[in-house]
Structures are given as C-alpha cells and as structure tokens.
C-alpha cells in the first residue's frame, strides 16, 4: 500500500508530465499535508507497539488495571489514537496511566504541541498564536485551549526560570555592566482591582503595576565616542511583586550575567522613589543615573512654570539650563532655579520648588558630562521599550484584561522567549534531546 506521500508525489509528477510544470506552491502545501497523514499514522503506529517498557506500568496495592483505555492525544502531525492501561485506586480515588506520564502529555497534548502553543501564547494574542500555528504548521489549536495551556505550564516555567542561576563561568571581565528598572500598568479584571486606589476621577484604579528589569552590557563606543550596546545581551525579569522582592529578582539576574566579573555597573531609572530605593539595597555599589529624558521633561515644567508655558522665555531658559546640566552644572541651576521661584504666587512657587526638589533629590545622579565623557548611557531607553514591547505589545491590547497570576504565565514565557532561553528550558525540562545523545553513543 502507497503511502500518502507516495499517492501525492505521483499526482504531481502526473500532472507535471501531462500539463507541464506549474508554481510549487500547490505542490509544497499537499506535500505538506500528505506528510502530517503519514507522520500520524506512523506516530501512532509507535505509541501502540506492546513491546516497550512504560515506567510504573503495573499494578500496585489496592489498585485495579483497566486495559486498554483509549485517548486521543493532539500532536504536531494531529490527532492519534493511543490506547494504554488506566489504574484506578478505590480508596484513595485516585487513577493513573502511566503511558501519559512518561510521555509528558499536558492534557491530552503532545510535549511538541504545547511548546509551540506556548510559545505562539506569549508572542502575540492567543487568537493570533491560533492562526499562526495554522498558517506556519497546518496545526489546528482554537485560541481558548492556547491559553488553557499556557496557564497550565507557566506556573512550573516560572518556578524553574526563577531560580537563582549559577554565572556562566568565564576568565573574561565584562566591561560595563547595565541594570535599569522601570513599571507599566496592565488592564486587569475588576477582581484583581478591588480596594486599589488610581488615577480615575473617582480614584479607583483600571490597571495594576507590573514591574521590568533589563540587563545589558557595553563592551565598546561607536566612532562618535558614544556607547554602543552589546548586540543580543539584554534579558528581561518581569513580575507584580512588590519593589523589594523585584529587587532581588533583578539583582539575581545581574549576578547570572556576570554582574561580579563587570569592572562598571550602572543603574538607570526615572525618579520613581521604589526604583532608587531597589537601586539602593541591591546595587548600592553602583554608577547610579537618572534618566536624561526624565530630567529634562522636569526642567521644562520648572521653565514653564518660571516663564510661563511654551513662551520664548522657558524655551531660551530650558535651552541655557539643558546645556548647563550637560555640563555637570545641576548645583548652579538648582540655585539659579530658587532665586527665580522666590518672586512667583505661592501657588505656582509650591509647584517649581517641587521640581526643584526633585532635582536636588537626585542631583548626584544628574552628572550627565561625566558620563558622557566616561562614555556610559545617561538614559533609561532599554528598558522603557520593553515596556512597551516586552509588556505593552502583548499585554496591553485592546479589549484585554488579566488577572494576575494569567499576566504572569505569559510574561514568564515572554521573558524566556527574548532572553532567548525558551528552548533550552524545554528541552531540559523534557529531556528533547534523548535520541540524539543515544544516536552519538
């Protein structure tokens, strides 16, 4: 009997011969499906052989073997039919088969389908992985059983990508070594959003926190002198914890970069209070820099303020005092920047000596022509585009609301995905690569 490739390949070569050679298309998409025929019933073929030792495959105390019990199981070729001996304990209620186990099915799902399920579930909307895993892989999975399994796999993910990770050992000191930490709000159901203040008019809140790390380093400068990110060194930690337990999430990832074997590190942020105090218990040893484009959005409110909003005068004093910071002048702009608040309305004097505050807050981390000429970033760009596309773009769509232990399911798979250790924590934790240490044996 024909395989199903056989009968197709003959078809085509009928048809080339008799009607002359057409696009490939046609042919590579039937080849295709003639392929998964074949790979299922041969799949299949494999799963029922009698032959094969499956781990605790017998029978133990109290409990009664029922043989032969049919599953269909989802695979990346399709469904197979398998049938396997179920025990069932009385006392305890409590049934088993064994066959599923030492396949690592997930719910009637193959190892392989779920990977890529799970992965499609943290690139795009799960609606989006069901239609690419159709175009890409001929692979039938509906949008709600994408994120079925995603919520049933990210929890053990999470727990095992979470654990303190030893340095990757190396004679080779890193030269500059980068920490920067910045937060978003993701849409959340009502739920999760009880007795949460916000910023609504009525004070409640529409979103929850989630919290980024980023880790990155910088080996050498552009011809210009300007820093030159490591290409492909960032990774990325995300959670809802509160900013001391992040802290020490970030700080463990800094460690397994290599943060002991970097001669410089540097901490950048925004004036958020939670991000220098994390700053401080994790990396007190630190070049700490508030972010360059947050400081000067602060001196425009302060010149707006001064000068009125968006007249000649606050842009031509933004300008003086942009190039005075620069230049390491914070201390001779917080002093110019009090003699002039001493002559507004007590209203509008509360609201510059509040951004004034804010620069004396952070002044030793404003030193921006020392950085420059040490050749450091001054700004908090990484990780503020990882906030919109390590968080945003997947989290943040339209008509999406999360709880969230499901946000976090996601963000973990999203994290391995652009840390680039996705596939390496599946194969570890399924041990994919069997048949090839058995084939180099």
Known sequence: MLSETQVFLNLARQQWLTLGVKNLEAVEIGLRAALLKDGRRL?????????????QDQGQDGEKCHPHRTREVKTVFG?????????????????????????????GYSPGLVRLACRA?????????????????????????????????????????ERPRPPVESA??????????????????????????????DGSAKTREVKLGCVFTQTCQA??????????????????????????????????????????VVYLGDGAHWIWELARVNFPFAIMILDLFHALEHLQTLTDLLHGEKTPASKALWEQWRLELLGDQVVAVIQKARQQAASLPESQQKLALSEIGYMENNQTRMLYGTYRRQGLFYGSGVVEAGCKTVIGKRLKQSGMFWTVQGAENVLIMRC??????????????????????????
């Open 121 to 161: 579930g943290a690139r795009d909307s799960f609606e989006q992985g069901q239609e690419d895993l159709r175009s890409y892989g001929s692979i039938d999975l509906p949008a709600r059983q994408i994120h079925r399994l995603v919520n049933r796999v990210g929890p053990a993910m999470r727990k095992q990508l």
């Open 172 to 201: 080779t000191s890193i030269p500059t070594l980068y920490v920067s930490v910045d937060g978003t709000g993701v849409p959340m159901v009502a739920e999760e959003l009880e007795g949460r203040s916000g910023k609504q008019a």
């Open 416 to 441: 391995a995905v652009y840390n680039r250790r996705f596939d390496a924590y599946w194969n570890a934790h399924h041990q994919t690569d069997y048949l090839e240490m058995e084939t180099a044996a």
């Open 79 to 107: 469904p197979v039919s398998i049938r396997r001996n179920y025990y069932y304990d009385p006392e305890s209620q409590a049934g088993r088969t064994p066959l599923d186990t030492a396949l690592g099915l997930v719910e």
């Open 223 to 264: 011809s210009d002198q300007l820093p030159l990110r490591d290409p492909q060194s960032t990774t990325f930690v995300a959670g809802f914890e509160i900013a001391t337990d992040f802290g020490t999430k970030v700080r463990q990832e800094a460690l397994s970069r290599g943060m002991a074997r970097a001669k410089t």
């Open 43 to 55: 799949l299949e073929q494999l799963l029922n052989s009698p032959e094969f030792l499956v781990p």
